[in-house]
């Protein structure tokens, strides 16, 4: 069966400072691969969305860059943080192509800038 | 205009109440829908697909409307258990296929 893995849970960390956020599945093949992050009291803006190795779309121009090094390997790093990085961030997958699968979550990094 | 539109509620309601959600999207080439449930500080999981024909789970009813392009969902005889935020989710297919939530729509379930 398919799972997802996404750490740390929960991070604090100084304004300024690098992050990086890893999320890994497991279970299939050439996935579809997003980060998103929701913003307390919001609802879900996706960041970036990966087709394949090397295939980064961003949504939306912000402070964070996504890679993907490995078919079932997705990064989310910022080089300084900002006080506005804070939320929470999701990364899902579905099935890769066409498909028409549903998205399936990690648990979340809970992010504090602080 | 946002992609999927939905309205953020709260939705307050007795428990036993019927209670509907709609959403529409605004990009045509949409081409499958899902209905997501969030609690709090947790990770969305999904409810249930939308199909053209429409389908029913229990006591939850999903509508497609492709030519007006919205989306509905039908909670019947609310249990307090329901109170979540229930999100709109569409994917489209153009040059790679991309998920979209709605911002989502809170429902409180009171005894």
Known sequence: SQTIHQWPATLVQPVGSPLSLECTVEGTSNPNLYWYRQAAGRGLQLLFYSVGIGQISSEVPQNLSASRPQDRQFILSSKKLLLSDSGFYLCAWSGGGKSDTEAFFGQGTRLTVV | ?111
């Open chain 2, 1 to 111: 205009r946002k992609e999927v539109e939905q309205d953020p509620g709260p939705f307050n309601v007795p428990e036993g109440a019927t209670v509907a959600f709609n959403c529409t999207y605004s990009n045509s080439a949409s081409q499958s829908f899902f209905w997501y449930r969030q609690d709090c500080r947790k990770e969305p999981k999904l409810l249930m697909s939308v199909y053209s024909s429409g389908n029913e789970d229990g006591r939850f009813t999903a509508q497609l409307n492709r030519a007006s392009q919205y989306i509905s969902l039908l909670i019947r005889d609310s249990k307090l258990s329901d109170s979540a935020t229930y999100l709109c989710v569409v994917n489209r297919g153009t040059g790679g296929f991309k998920t979209i939530f709605g911002a989502g729509t809170r429902l409180f379930v009171k005894a």
